[in-house]
Nanobody
Framework: VQLQAFGGGLVQAGGSLSLSCAAS????????MGWFRQAPGKEREFVAA????????YYADSVKGRFTISRDNTKNTVSLQMNSLKPEDTAVYYC???????????????????????WGQGTVVTVSS
């Protein structure tokens, strides 16, 4: 399984970016997909996740109301629409996946790195003030 994330770049504060992540290889459509980020000098943190059906979404408080996660199961892709970007959103963004058909997991579990098996290489998002 390989995950390819793209869409990062440089944007001014208040602007928008859309990230996408495509899964290739032997990837069942039943999977949980998530986004994490790591800012310089900080630990990697959870951003958002989406259940296999796309019905259930999870967000970190820091991005709630500004970011939207979605998925296209026909293409095995997940997207992260980021609006009202702030300089503190600057980070390397990683997508991750775990094969599961489960729809309802606790937020504390879904936001943990243990809830994911495969990780992409990351795409850089820089928000200037």
């Amino acid at each position: 399984v390989q995950l390819q994330a793209f869409g990062g770049g440089l944007v001014q504060a208040g602007g928008s970016l859309s990230l996408s992540c495509a899964a290739s290889g032997r990837t069942p459509t039943n999977n949980r997909m998530g986004w994490f980020r790591q800012a310089p000098g900080k630990e990697r943190e959870f951003v958002a996740a989406i259940s296999p059906s796309g019905v259930t979404t999870y967000y970190a408080d820091s991005v709630k109301g500004r970011f939207t996660i979605s998925r296209d199961n026909t293409k095995n892709t997940v997207s992260l629409q980021m609006n009202s970007l702030k300089p503190e959103d600057t980070a390397v963004y990683y997508c991750a996946v775990r094969f599961t058909s489960g729809e309802n997991y606790s937020f504390d579990y879904v936001r943990s790195e243990a809830a994911y098996t495969y990780w992409g290489q990351g795409t850089v998002v820089t928000v200037s003030s």
